[in-house]
């Protein structure tokens, strides 16, 4: 789903290009332009059901908590699936009603650039989300997260820093390098160059050249040395302790997401269907909803619709069982000649080779 959902916002990326549409002009590029937006549409009408089908994954669970003998609890998953869905109906929604002139006029595009980018991202972590399951990945990604959050109040620290010397460096020096301290921005962005060592040292500062020189070095010192290094030590404390509770952190998250399933299978009048088919499947049990209030009837339409979906799965599984069994024929009729071939005498070998060719097809 998250493939299909990247298809239809790259979609427009791809469509909406502006080379696509260099060299027109007039009635020739309005054409050009509402032709991709009619053939953006028939995608984006499909991305709008799927997301549907994702938001009514978070209904289904609602109605599970209603009716059924059990309660699950909200998770990380189902939040971030709202959301994600969310964003996506929003976006398509926009999107859907572009006009000729949105596209014509660069400066309005470029919000919707932005919006596309942003719901992209969006999506992926929605699936990265998944990983936390994954022992050997878990592990790293909640690692990568506490490092985040550890360090949050020490970036307030580094921001504020930077910002004072900032400010410092363009009321002492501006008027003698207007390229780099003229404004905040600019004096701010000088900082950090400063701090990866890419500094000027030929413009002249006159009868200031001695404090810009002492001030440079203790910006320096400060950044460089002090800062980067408290940040390294920060970041190897949170990674030494993660190596301890990485594993409960990976367990904690697994239970968690086996927890919803497990407490959906235990009810006993089929409410479970509800939640354990994955969007957009779960939209089966649309028809079953009018049963809703009547458990017993509820419970027979979700059984077959169980037994559907299990006969449907394994009737692809089989499906591919077998053509993977074929497709491994041609290289166990070349493994055994091979095998003959090195356990057996030559004389024996001829002769196994002139039965196995003919009739080693219908053996495997």
């Known amino acids: 789903m998250v493939l299909f959902f990247q298809y239809v916002n790259l979609q427009y990326l791809q469509l909406f290009k502006i080379s696509n549409f260099e060299g027109l002009t007039g009635d020739e590029l309005d054409m050009a332009i509402q032709q991709k937006i009619e053939e953006y549409n028939s995608a984006n009408l499909i991305g709008i059901i799927f997301s549907v089908t994702l938001v009514s994954s978070l ?24 959301q994600s869905a969310l964003i996506n109906i929003i976006a398509f929604t926009i999107i859907s009603n ?7 006029n660069t400066d309005r595009k470029q919000y919707f650039d932005i919006l596309v980018i942003f719901v992209v991202i969006f999506t992926w972590f929605r699936f990265f989300t998944f990983f936390l399951v994954i022992k050997g990945v878990s592990r790293h990604f909640i690692t990568i997260y506490k490092m985040i959050k550890e360090t949050m109040a020490f970036m307030v620290v580094v921001i504020c ?4 010397q900032a400010i410092t460096f363009m009321l002492l020096f501006k008027e003698y390098s207007m390229d780099t301290y003229f404004d905040l921005p600019l004096s701010l962005r000088s900082m950090i160059d400063f701090m990866n060592g890419n500094y000027n040292r030929t413009t002249d500062y006159g009868r200031e050249e001695d404090l810009h020189i002492f001030l440079s070095i203790f910006h320096l010192f400060m950044s460089k040395i002090l800062l980067i290094n408290y940040i390294i030590a920060m970041l190897m404390t949170v990674y030494n302790g993660m190596r301890e509770k990485g594993d409960f952190a ?20 089929g409410y479970s269907e509800l939640v354990t088919n994955p969007a957009p499947l779960n939209m089966v049990m649309v028809v079953v909803l009018p049963w ?53 005498p030559i004389c024996k070998f001829l002769l196994h080779l002139i039965i196995w060719i003919p009739f080693g097809w219908f053996y495997l």
């Open 161 to 164: 820093y930077m910002m004072f």
């Open 98 to 104: 572009l006009t000729v002139e949105d596209i014509k």
């Open 292 to 344: 809703i209030f009547n458990k017993p009837m509820f419970k027979k339409v979700a059984d077959i619709i169980s037994k559907t979906f299990f006969w449907i799965e394994n009737l692809a599984y089989m499906v591919v069982l077998v053509a993977y069994s074929y497709m491994l024929i041609p290289l166990i009729y070349v493994k055994f000649i091979i095998g003959i071939y090195k356990n057996l």
């Open 59 to 82: 209904f289904f669970k609602i109605l599970f908590n209603l009716f059924g003998e059990n309660y699950i609890p909200s998770d990380k998953w189902t939040i971030m699936e709202f």
């Open 250 to 269: 990976y367990k904690s998250n697994r239970y968690e997401y086996i927890e919803r399933y497990q407490t959906a299978l235990s009810d006993g009048w």
